[in-house]
């Protein structure tokens, strides 16, 4: 029934994980993807751009509108992304047929964020997968679209001072900590979190992956192409030491698509006031969370602390079926 | 001759000094207002707004457009303004037969200000007489305006250290220094910048301020109104303490659109790369001079020591004629 | 056998806990007492001083000097350290035969500490119960004494972020930050720490504790005393708010001495380069564990995860006897 | 009239211009120096130490004793100081004959700078012209020093934020801010502030400086061994740019010298609250004023703005005699 259909404006920095979360969104039954906006991250805007269009077209669903984003930070100054995801941001497995640029709508993504969501007031759920610049600058430029969302939905940040890419910093918040502040403070819909210690905990046995892309599937070969080169890089001594929990599977941007997509996916999750540290040494782009209640504030996020294994499994099987 | 006109597009958080500027430009020949971009900061930005209107109104300019823009800086935590220009920003004079709300444009004012840079490139002066949320989103959102503006007109910044607002810095760039850092760093444009000591040594002695507002003139007497408010509150103790050269009448957003409107108006400037303090307990907002060329920046602003202050009264008398 | 004794000297800002790892090194076999230096922290360095007497003297061990050390942080500015331990520090329990002040020596504790440990070369394990400030001026004025220890044994900081007095840091390290950081950094021997969330998962049941108290002698009544303020402050919202791991009896100075005492203590623990975050707005005074090992420092620390709490109980258990 | 003898106490990072301050104190009349602390700055503190020596052997008076101090800044990291000064502090023009480390007083400076101020309550003029670590530790040894001294006369930090170490910090400041920060907060004796921009501005001509090394005496020639180096760096680009008022014979910690010993050598000064700021990332180690009364400080230091150059041009005269 369309009154259930799920409505989902995707944010993503596609890397191999952004791409296996749009494709279990393509996937799920009741979800409408109404916009798919780029930004910098994983790899620079532009090919942000090309690896959603590949997966688009891999899928059947190039008529899912595609908007080109930032290519900084809010202060400008980007981080090295590194080549987790390789230098294209999605396995160095090039596509010679791949969509052009032409593809993407003329529109910017900050202004069709603003647009999707008045348009749609109280419907929309944003599941935002790479560093938040489009959705910090959206609510600047109309603060309204915070109380029209339906809920938002975040991979990024920690809880427990474990960085993946600076000392207490997971990748998406270093990336772009002040656009992580300001969505934290100022988007006061239900906000939902999968953070770096919880995606890691929640890892799945590589003995699912390697069932997972050996589907005799189109998709599933495509994903096997552009997934090898992080499985490689899984081995590093560096991923060794980012990992919180030891080696797995662990697709992190898809639990909060997930959680998008099926309100009973979150099994255990802590209610908490928080924020981001901005002008650290060490913790600069820090998730902080405010047990103690210094901060007064009203809003408080839910923070994923366990989820359904076997529907995330479920989810992943049908992504590439 | 057309080709000598000069295009203004003006963002103001209008309080009295910004009304001055406004209606200097307005009196200027040669000067066509693109536009009025309103930001916080003396006031709250609907206050702007109304402000800019009754200025438009008093000089018979309302076809000006006029464009509503951010209400809060970018990290989102305004400082208190105090009320130098009274509550309302422009002296508590309130006109019952100002211009309404709904004179103002619908279009809000990063997107035009990012269509107007577009639509006359290598033409436009953008001065800036607030804080600098505005020009700071709007690059974000299209990146070649900076290339594509003609110069650039701060008031802003300090550059001995001298704080007006907090220890170290000055009020816009207090209200707003994280978008004072992506301005000073983004816009790779000619930039002058007018700061807080300059504008101090830079002033006018009360005399001149009685015989100027003494002319027989509507906008004279609009002037007269909205100005008792802030030059009663010159004498208060605390703003003895801000002022760094001693008491005179100080219009601090008129000289950085006096420089935007005659080229030969500055007399004696430096070319310093400068960027902005953003961590600091005491020194968060202020403006830093890399004298020591430490960060081997390319671009350097130019930052005004000495103006032509002959062309200066010329430019306030004929602004109330 | 004398060279099985260990010689301990200890740091302490005598609240109730640190009267109980008191107790603990004094009611040990094989341990003897070279000296306690006083610090500010849970009171004023006097009542520390004064506490530090009274414990000597219901252990019938006055003959230990006690020295007073630094009556304020590196920086000169104190937090308010609440009245967890009662306004005295010690329970709001006075002694009106409480030994005076005079019982204390002339030298400070900065200069004992250096001279102690370089009169005991490769003997002295050093306690630190308190704010880190005596530990760090005195490698300041000799640097030697770092390789001059037997070993660091520290209560304070904590590993995933969580607060007890700030938001994202515990007490000692909150007091003084630079502190800490000048003896992580710089302290090269041997060091041992017990963190915050490790003490509070390493509680007792409070049946324990009644158990612990009702033992028929004078320590017992005195500890019982002393102790009924801070019991009753453990069950306020705001110290609920602090526990890690929910509601227990929580000796977290006590740790730290039973490793000191006892090397087959510590069961699990983690070998970690560590620092302390001096200049975040929420994190300043977070210890910063680097597992990426950005820092690349050779000097590591153990972290305690694990520790024998039958062993713990029994030291419990005779320090009252 | 002993009653009338200045009796100084001289905490030196000695460079060249260290030397010339000494050289000042020991050919003053009515000057008593009770001894000279070393401290980590210009080079490494055992050039330091073994620099003063050389120092007192030429003018003859190795009857004063000399303490070696701290080695690092408060928080143990040191800033490249360059070799302004040569890379053994003092021009690199060695002395066969130097002294020996033996000479040194088997006393710690901060220890000796303890004792010498208690001995004389009331009576010690403290003079600084290098980083403040041992102050800043002796005051947290014994806090009542602040109270015990008539004077403290500082060579360090700016007014204007003009950097010649960082984009904002002077030298002596950047080396250790922790410690400028805690003398600027806790020595509440009258505080004499020569600052970075004001030495500039006190510059001498280099004539003046030709004739004064030319005088024929074995300390003008010892002069004159050792200041050639710095005399050559003053032309290279990088020290062109540090300079705030262009080219001349800038002996920095003269002034502070100077000062100590005339009571009428100030001639213009402001009275102002000064502190540090420490977080910065820019402006980290720039002394900060509170002109607007921010802090609600009791305390002013004395700022020097203009100076008697006569008699600092006779004094230096008479060094070398």
Not at 77 to 87: E, L, N, R
Not at 190 to 213: H, Q
Not at 240 to 254: R, T, W
């Amino acid at each position: 029934m369309s009154n259930m259909t799920k409505k989902l404006l995707i944010d993503v920095d596609c890397g191999v994980d952004d791409a296996q979360a749009i494709m279990i969104a393509l996937a799920a039954r009741n979800v409408q993807v109404l916009g798919i906006t780029c930004v910098h991250g994983n790899t620079i805007v532009e090919n942000v751009c090309k690896n959603v269009l590949r997966v688009l077209k891999v899928c059947g669903r190039l008529e899912i509108p595609v908007f080109k984003g930032t290519s900084k930070p809010i202060l400008g100054v980007s981080i090295d992304a590194g080549h987790f995801h390789g230098q294209d941001g999605l396995g160095d497995s090039p596509d010679p047929s791949a969509p052009g640029m032409d593809q993407l709508q003329k529109e910017g993504a900050v202004e069709a964020m603003v647009r999707i969501v008045n348009e749609h007031p109280g419907e929309v759920s944003l599941v935002a997968t790479g560093p938040l610049t489009n959705l910090a600058l959206a609510i600047r430029i109309d603060p309204t679209i915070s109380q029209k969302l339906k809920g938002l939905y975040i991979m990024g940040g920690n809880t427990e001072s474990r960085g993946n890419t600076t000392m207490c910093a997971e990748f998406n918040f270093a990336c772009d900590p002040e656009a992580a502040y300001i969505v934290l403070n100022d988007y006061l819909c239900p906000t939902y979190i999968a953070c770096w210690e919880f995606t890691c905990r929640s890892k799945l046995p590589w003995e699912f992956c390697d069932g997972w892309l050996a589907q005799d599937t189109k998709k599933a070969r495509f994903m096997k192409a552009i997934f090898s080169h992080s499985m490689e890089a899984c081995r590093s001594e560096r991923i060794e030491k980012e990992l919180v929990a030891g080696q797995g599977f662990i697709s992190c941007d898809s639990y909060a698509l997930a959680a998008a997509i099926d309100d009973t996916f979150i099994l255990e999750s802590d209610e908490v006031p928080i924020t981001v540290e901005l002008s650290g040494k060490y913790a600069r782009g820090m998730m902080v969370l405010d047990t103690l209640d210094i901060l007064k504030k009203t809003h408080k996020a839910t923070v994923m602390k366990k989820v359904d294994m076997e529907k995330f499994k479920q989810m992943l099987m049908d992504s590439l079926k």
